[in-house]
């Protein structure tokens, strides 16, 4: 199975800050890579697909890069609705999860 | 529009069987495949299985000898069944649709379910 190694597992920032959460893939995927958001309380949200290719409806502070097996997401301005869990997950194969990122305000 | 919703027993007996199901609107069985996924309190998801847009079946490996996936397309439904259920199942269960191929766009409100006597 591929393994997903998210960090770092929680983060503390502040409102309007520059927030990137990163995940490596144990194998190459290729850009076979999502993202999602999970609020308190809520079901997970798609955020990105394909590595970089943001989901509908999705505000474009998110973004989503890639570098080899290395992928991360990247809030360019967090704002207070940002706050929540976020995980990666492979799609090359059966997916799995990253172990998740807990975001909170600082 | 598209909506998931997964039902079932919130209690089972250690060693009893979980059945849940997962009624979907908005699409068709037989052009979306859905996936499980669950979720233990305060932690990560894990992936269960999938059914295929043509019935076929797949399962994470740590779970595969105790988990079946099935569906009724005439229904809109698509049923868990995982037996020899321990503490560490405790967990919410969710149901998702793979409508962009490999990611999951749209995800039922979870159900929690509990392994107690």
């Known amino acids: 199975d591929i393994q997903m190694t998210q960090s770092p597992a929680s983060l503390s920032a502040s409102l309007e800050e520059i927030v990137t959460i990163t995940c490596q893939a144990s194998q190459d995927i290729g850009n076979w890579l999502a993202w999602y958001q999970q609020k308190p309380g809520k079901s997970p949200q798609l955020l990105i697909y394909d590595a970089t290719s943001l989901a509908d409806g999705v505000p474009s502070r998110f973004s989503g890069s890639r570098s080899g097996t290395q992928y991360s997401l990247k809030i360019s301005r967090l704002q207070v609705e940002d706050i929540g869990s976020y995980y990666c997950?492979?799609?090359?194969?059966?997916?799995?999860f990253g172990g998740g990122t807990k975001l909170e305000l600082k | 529009q598209v909506q998931l919703k997964e039902s079932g027993p919130g209690l089972v007996q250690p060693s009893q069987t979980l059945s849940l199901t997962c009624t979907v609107s908005?699409?068709?069985?037989?052009?979306?495949?859905v996936h499980w996924v669950r979720q233990p309190t305060g932690k990560g998801l894990e992936w269960m299985g999938v059914i295929w847009t043509g019935g076929s079946t797949d399962y994470n490996s740590a779970l595969k000898s105790r988990l079946s996936i099935s569906r009724d397309t005439s229904k809109s439904q698509v049923f868990l069944k995982m037996n020899s259920l321990q503490t560490e199942d405790i967990a919410t269960y969710y149901c998702?649709?793979?409508?962009?191929?490999?990611?999951?766009?749209?995800w039922g409100q979870g159900v929690m379910v509990t392994v107690s006597s």
């Open positions: 908005g699409f068709s069985l037989t052009s979306y495949n």
């Open positions: 998702a649709r793979d409508g962009l191929p490999g990611y999951l766009d749209y």
């Open positions: 997950q492979q799609a090359h194969s059966n997916p799995t």
